[in-house]
Nanobody, 121 residues
């Protein structure tokens, strides 16, 4: 089992910055990908940014140029640096970690508890 602990959320004014952290612990032999999702009230959860073990990174179009995902493999931690925050960024942010199993092509996915990000005008 893998446990994910998120931190870094809070209230910030538009144009401000926050840095989210998600630390993975438990039975971690390797991590295939670490990513961030967010879900605003009444909206579907959406992918914000993802980083694979191969080094590939992708962002939602809405956050490109403002958000940066990074990983500290020694700490099994993924970060999301959020700059120039906008009110529409307000959401609960969740980290998601994918780890391999012994079965080829079968992975496990783990969700963080979520951290609230609120951007005021």
């Amino acid at each position: 089992q893998v446990q994910l602990v998120e931190s870094g959320g809070g209230l910030v004014q538009a144009g401000g910055s926050l840095r989210l952290s998600c630390a993975a612990s438990g039975s971690i032999f390797s991590i295939k990908s670490m990513s961030w999702y967010r879900q605003a009230p009444g909206k579907q959860r959406e992918l914000v940014a993802a980083a694979t073990s191969g080094g590939s990174i992708n962002y939602a179009n809405s956050v490109k140029g403002r958000f940066t995902i990074s990983r500290d493999n020694s700490k099994n931690t993924v970060y999301l640096q959020m700059n120039n925050l906008k009110p529409e960024d307000t959401a609960v942010y969740y980290c998601y970690v994918v780890t391999p199993t012994r079965r080829v092509g079968i992975d496990n996915g783990y969700w963080g508890q979520g951290t609230q990000v609120t951007v005021s005008t």
